[in-house]
C-alpha cells in the first residue's frame, strides 16, 4: 500500500459574515499519498487555494483534522508546526513571491538561512539546484532581471532547498504565456517522477491537470477525486 503524507478528516473553512454563515469547505476527506503529482481544479472562488493552504497549514480550519506524515496539525504548538513546514513542505506561488533585491542564489538560500543553519554546508545542493532549474549562468541576477518563467524557476528551486517531500503549488502557471507553462509544468513533473517529490498544485487548467496523478475537483465546497494522466480521467470515489 502506498504511504499517505496527507489525510484530512471532515474538514470545514466557514466564514462569519455578521448574520450569514458561509461554508467555502464542507466536509473534505482527502488523502494525499506519496509520490503522486495532484491537481486541485474548480471554478474561481470555490475553496482551492483555501484546500491549499489548509493542506500546509498556512490556514486553520473551522473542524477538522489534518494529518502531515502521521503529525496532527492542529494539535501541534506553533513553533514545531513551522519548523515541520520549513522543513517538510515547499510552497510555489503564482506571483513568485521572490524577495526583489536579493539574488537569485540568495533566494534559493532563503530557507537555509531562515532555518538558521550555514550556508556553506549547502553549496552543493545549490548548485544541484541551479542547474536543475537552468539558472547557473543567472544566479547573481536580481528578479527583475528574470522573466516570469526564470522568476518561477527561481521559486522552484527554492522549495526545493530544504529537500521536502511535499511541493504546494498555488497556480504556479497562472500567470504565464502557454509556452512558458509547459516549461513549468515539465520542469515540475520532472521533480515528481524523477526526485519522488510529491505535489499538490491548484491550477485552471485541464491541460496542466494533465501533467499529474490525480485530479481533485472543488464544486460547492466538497470535492471529488479522479486519477489523470495520458489525457484519461478516471474516477475513485
Ligand atoms: P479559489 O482559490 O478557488 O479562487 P479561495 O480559496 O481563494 O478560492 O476563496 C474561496 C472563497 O472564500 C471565496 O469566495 C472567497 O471570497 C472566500 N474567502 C476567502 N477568505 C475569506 C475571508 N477571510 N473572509 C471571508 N471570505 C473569504
Ligand atoms: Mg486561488
Same mark, same amino acid.
Given at each position: 500500500m502506498s504511504e499517505v503524507i496527507i489525510e484530512t478528516k471532515g474538514l470545514w473553512k466557514s466564514f462569519d459574515l455578521g448574520d450569514e454563515k458561509i461554508h467555502i469547505l464542507k466536509d473534505i476527506n482527502l488523502t494525499i499519498e506519496k509520490g503522486g503529482f495532484y491537481s486541485i481544479m474548480g #471554478? $474561481? @472562488? $470555490? @475553496?482551492k487555494s483555501t484546500l491549499l493552504y489548509l493542506l500546509g497549514g498556512l490556514d486553520k480550519p473551522s473542524e477538522g483534522s489534518i494529518k502531515v506524515n502521521g503529525k496532527e496539525l492542529m494539535t501541534m504548538k506553533d513553533q514545531e508546526e513551522s519548523i515541520m513546514r520549513r522543513r517538510d513542505m515547499g510552497f510555489v506561488f503564482q506571483f513568485y513571491? %521572490? +524577495? #526583489?533585491? %536579493?539574488t537569485v542564489e540568495e533566494n534559493i538560500m532563503l530557507p537555509i538561512l531562515l532555518d538558521g543553519k550555514k550556508l556553506k554546508d549547502y553549496k552543493e545542493r545549490l548548485e544541484e539546484l541551479l542547474e536543475k532549474v537552468g539558472l547557473t549562468a543567472r544566479r547573481?541576477?536580481? #528578479?527583475?532581471? %528574470? $522573466?516570469g518563467g526564470q522568476q518561477q524557476r527561481v521559486a522552484i528551486a527554492r522549495s526545493l532547498m530544504s529537500n521536502p517531500n511535499l511541493i504546494l503549488a498555488d497556480e #504556479? +502557471? @497562472?500567470? %504565464?504565456d502557454s509556452k512558458t507553462g509547459i516549461e513549468i509544468m515539465e520542469l515540475l513533473q520532472r521533480i515528481n517522477k524523477e526526485e519522488g517529490k510529491t505535489i499538490v498544485q491548484v491550477t485552471h487548467s485541464r491541460e496542466s491537470a494533465n501533467y499529474g496523478t490525480h485530479l481533485i475537483v472543488v464544486k460547492d465546497g466538497q470535492i471529488s477525486k479522479l486519477e489523470t494522466g495520458n489525457n484519461e480521467v478516471r474516477k475513485i470515489v
Amino acid at each position: 500500500m502506498s504511504e499517505v503524507i496527507i489525510e484530512t478528516k471532515g474538514l470545514w473553512k466557514s466564514f462569519d459574515l455578521g448574520d450569514e454563515k458561509i461554508h467555502i469547505l464542507k466536509d473534505i476527506n482527502l488523502t494525499i499519498e506519496k509520490g503522486g503529482f495532484y491537481s486541485i481544479m474548480g #471554478p $474561481s @472562488g $470555490s @475553496g482551492k487555494s483555501t484546500l491549499l493552504y489548509l493542506l500546509g497549514g498556512l490556514d486553520k480550519p473551522s473542524e477538522g483534522s489534518i494529518k502531515v506524515n502521521g503529525k496532527e496539525l492542529m494539535t501541534m504548538k506553533d513553533q514545531e508546526e513551522s519548523i515541520m513546514r520549513r522543513r517538510d513542505m515547499g510552497f510555489v506561488f503564482q506571483f513568485y513571491n %521572490l +524577495i #526583489p533585491n %536579493l539574488t537569485v542564489e540568495e533566494n534559493i538560500m532563503l530557507p537555509i538561512l531562515l532555518d538558521g543553519k550555514k550556508l556553506k554546508d549547502y553549496k552543493e545542493r545549490l548548485e544541484e539546484l541551479l542547474e536543475k532549474v537552468g539558472l547557473t549562468a543567472r544566479r547573481k541576477y536580481t #528578479p527583475r532581471e %528574470l $522573466s516570469g518563467g526564470q522568476q518561477q524557476r527561481v521559486a522552484i528551486a527554492r522549495s526545493l532547498m530544504s529537500n521536502p517531500n511535499l511541493i504546494l503549488a498555488d497556480e #504556479p +502557471i @497562472g500567470n %504565464l504565456d502557454s509556452k512558458t507553462g509547459i516549461e513549468i509544468m515539465e520542469l515540475l513533473q520532472r521533480i515528481n517522477k524523477e526526485e519522488g517529490k510529491t505535489i499538490v498544485q491548484v491550477t485552471h487548467s485541464r491541460e496542466s491537470a494533465n501533467y499529474g496523478t490525480h485530479l481533485i475537483v472543488v464544486k460547492d465546497g466538497q470535492i471529488s477525486k479522479l486519477e489523470t494522466g495520458n489525457n484519461e480521467v478516471r474516477k475513485i470515489v
